[in-house]
């Protein structure tokens, strides 16, 4: 029967031979238990991390090239594509849902809507040394807006008078319409001559396709639509259509342009057929009548050829000439070539080629205190 052997007597042999044998301390155990435990937790937790941020950096990545995609601004060369290239049709389809939301909020803004006298606006005119002589020779327009038309020029038998009258007023209102399309314009073409666009320049272009009824987002059509009309064609239009503004249209309406409605709010005209659903737009101030009619020439179908015309003048560095514009303007009226050439006889007897390089003045606190 073999003798059994401590641990004790094996320790001992140990250290004759030269080993030193030493028990593990717990503590030591201990430190090593949560090492491991440390080391598992940082390992979950990596783990975690990775499962957490991946979806997070991989719809970084798509938003990244999401923006990439819509605000990579190749918009100058396919402009230019699209020009030069015949076969694509430019400004044809229109989307109408928008085209006149921002000037009917415009519309709804006034609620302190002033009617002066006609006595009162040549003496307001008078003590702001605002006439036309000096603007034609300075080409500086004070700028008053005023948002009627008053009630006495009807009875202003005068004819020289009352159309100096009528200019004077609506005169500010084209030029600054005009000037707001041309900071459009600026903002458009700085917008095309960047490679990349900001989402607030994007959020912009999408405000103005809206506005301008342009389907699929066509800069070109945009480019095309989004442009001023000559002011001599505007107050020549404004002057045939209210009679100089005696128009019953221009009185209860503010109706400068006669444009048309099948909705809304209109004034049914007294000559119209009693089946006839057709009415005169009708507006409260007079500034939403000249935006309604800057819109509608840049937008209607009737006018195509009207703004690719300007569009060819533009092109070739011509200023925007009324005289040659106007040919275009036959379908505005029933009487077709009739009605341009009536147009362009207002504009040549009353030189309102003379307006058509005015500046508006900036305005000041005086003046706004005056009106």
Known sequence: MQKKISIFEIKKYLNKKGFIVKKKKKIETQKSGLDNLSRTFLSSLIIISIFFIAPLAINLTKEKMIFSKDYENNSKNNLKRLLKN?????????NKKFLYEDILTFDERPSDVILLSAA???????STNYNLK?????????????????KEIVKIENAKKRKNLFIQIILPLVIDENNSIKLDRINLFSILNKSKNTKTEQEWLNIKFKQYGVVNKDLSTLKIRMDEVPVSMAIAQAAKETGWGTSRFAQEGNALFGQWTWSGEGIKPADA??????????FKVLQASVKAYQRNLNTHSSYKDFRNARAELRDEGKKLDSMILTEYLDKYAETGKEY????????????????????????????????
Do not use: C, W, Y
């Open 86 to 94: 015949g076969t694509i049709k430019l400004d044809e389809k229109l």
């Open 120 to 126: 009162t606006i040549e003496e307001l005119f008078k």
């Open 134 to 150: 000096d603007v034609r020779e300075n080409k500086l327009v004070k700028p008053i807006s005023l948002d009627l038309l008053p």
């Open 273 to 282: 057929e009693d089946d006839s659903t057709h009415k005169v737009m009708r």
């Open 340 to 371: 341009v050439k009536i147009l362009q006889q207002i504009i040549r007897q009353n030189d309102l080629t003379d307006f058509d390089d005015a500046k508006l003045m900036p305005s000041s606190k005086d003046l706004e205190s005056l009106i």
